[in-house]
């Protein structure tokens, strides 16, 4: 008995030692992922915009236990695949990646945002997305229905290294009798620019034999995309109070007085243009302005003002060095007064489907792409992805101002051109006014149609009857949302 005694009270000093001396303890179990096994599916367009979605699939389910499976498609399919499915409501989609033009469309199937931004104190950043993109793309009726995923605007760009020539200054100063614009701030200050600085090949630019022919302006005025560069006229031709409708009638405005000055300034830069602008999409566009250097003056997406620094020079011997200007679109003076506006494109956004069966993993999801924080500044930055800056954070990125020096000039510009954004048509059916709008336009600058107040009058009567289509009432409350 007492060896038993002796036995135990050893085993006890023994484990009151290990206690004392500190044994390693067993490894506590792993938290709990908060949506472990849970699948969020999103339907992402294809390619490119894709590579962000792919990229931190791993992440997310690492972090919260959420498997992502992306769905890829075209962009020319995007639509009706997804409106198929939204119709179907079989809750298959979980995030769907659109265009925001078409929310009068989609409205119905999309989960207002407003509940969760209210609950986690906006952790997703809703106060970081620029006023200009949360106006014209998330914000409907006044719910927030998605985030932004690519900032798309449009800028005006010009040759700064000409307009900067002593010599060039001089010449447009006695010729048209005010210093030259730099940069300019009207449309009648850009046509007195292109017809001032188009000039033949072997004629002086710069002082200097031009080697090519160069012009003083080009749109991208392909059938298809050329109602844009007509918008980007239209608006401020119609200020101080533009609308495509008026808002209580839903009466076009597309063939006010306004907006046949608009087209008639568009027509007469035509004569500044290379030959066979009309056939130009972005590819043209970008290589005849920026890689080639025989345009003045253009204006384009922001991918030109992210590569500022890879402009062509100018086609002359000995050429200075390449400066891209950067501005806010041209305005138009009424009553003493500048009226300038930066269109925001109708871009890509994301949203919750309301089928969804995992709404909450979707929104954690969506936070994670897209809440202010290093993934997504980076993602930004890298030009092959094709997102463009959208938020304060993306602008004021100090990594990306330090990574390409020069950047800040313009991220600034950009910022300070979106203080008047100024949204794109959307309202259901969207794309067929547009459509009809885009192919009167190129009619018109093609010389099929004899005048710019026949084009439009015949705008205006197609715009008319699609709203008796879509229903006047219900297309005038979904164009009063668009405001909201």
């Not at 915009?49 to 992306?70: C, D, F, M, Q, R």
């Not at 009068?104 to 986690?120: F, M, N, R, T």
């Not at 970081?128 to 914000?139: V, Y």
Request: contains cysteine.
């Amino acid at each position: 008995m007492k060896k038993i005694l002796v036995i135990l009270g050893c085993l006890f000093l023994i484990l009151s030692l290990s206690v004392f001396i500190g044994c390693p303890k067993a490894a506590p179990k792993e938290a709990a992922k908060p949506f472990q096994g849970v699948t969020v599916s999103v339907v992402a367009h294809g390619g490119h915009h894709a590579t962000p979605w792919h990229s931190e699939a791993a992440n997310i389910e690492a972090k919260y236990g959420i498997k992502l499976n992306v769905i890829e498609v075209t962009a020319d399919e995007l639509y009706s695949k997804e409106v198929l499915e939204l119709n179907n409501r079989t809750g298959a989609y979980d995030i769907i990646q659109y265009n925001s033009a078409w929310i009068g469309d989609y409205e119905q199937y999309i989960q207002p945002l407003d509940d969760y931004v209210a609950k986690d104190n906006d952790a997703i950043g809703f106060a970081d997305i620029l006023p200009a993109f949360n106006k014209a793309q998330n914000l409907w009726g006044g719910q927030k229905m998605s985030v932004t995923l690519d900032g798309d605007t449009f800028l005006l760009y010009y040759r700064k290294d000409l307009f900067q020539d002593a010599g060039e200054k001089a010449a447009f100063k006695a010729k048209l009798g005010y210093e030259l614009p730099d940069p300019p701030q009207t449309w009648k200050q850009v046509v007195d620019l292109a017809k001032f600085f188009t000039r033949k090949k072997g004629a002086k630019l710069a002082g200097k034999a031009l080697s090519k022919d160069f012009y003083g302006y080009a749109d991208q005025a392909k059938r298809g995309r050329v109602y844009y560069w007509y918008i980007f006229r239209f608006v401020p031709f119609n200020a101080p109070t533009p609308h495509y409708f008026d808002p209580a009638t839903m009466k076009p405005n597309i063939n006010s007085a306004g907006a046949v000055a608009a087209l008639d300034n568009m027509k007469t830069l035509l004569k500044y243009s290379p030959p066979g602008v009309l056939s130009w999409e972005w590819d043209e566009l970008y290589a005849g302005a920026f890689k080639d250097g025989t345009v003045c003056m253009w204006i384009h997406w922001t991918d030109e003002g992210r590569g500022f620094n890879q402009l062509a020079p100018l086609p002359i011997d000995n050429p200075p060095q390449p400066v891209l200007g950067i501005s806010a679109s041209p305005g138009v003076e009424v009553g003493g007064k500048l009226y300038r506006y930066t269109i925001v494109d109708s871009a890509w956004v994301a949203s919750i489907c309301k089928d969804s069966k995992n709404k909450d993993a979707a929104y954690t999801v969506l936070k994670h792409m897209f809440a202010p924080g290093p993934s997504n500044v980076g993602y930004i930055m890298d030009a092959a992805v094709g997102w463009d800056p959208s938020r304060l954070s993306h602008f004021n990125s100090q990594e990306w101002r330090q990574k390409v020096p020069g950047i800040e000039n313009y991220l600034n510009l950009e910022l300070k051109a979106l203080e008047s954004g100024y949204p794109m048509l959307k309202i259901p059916g969207a794309f067929e006014y547009n459509d009809v709008l885009d192919l009167n336009v190129s009619k018109f600058l093609a010389g099929e149609i004899p005048s710019a107040k026949a084009t439009l009058d015949a705008v205006a009567t197609r715009w008319n009857e699609l709203n008796q289509k879509f229903g006047v009432e219900k297309q005038k409350g979904f164009y009063n949302k668009m405001w909201q």
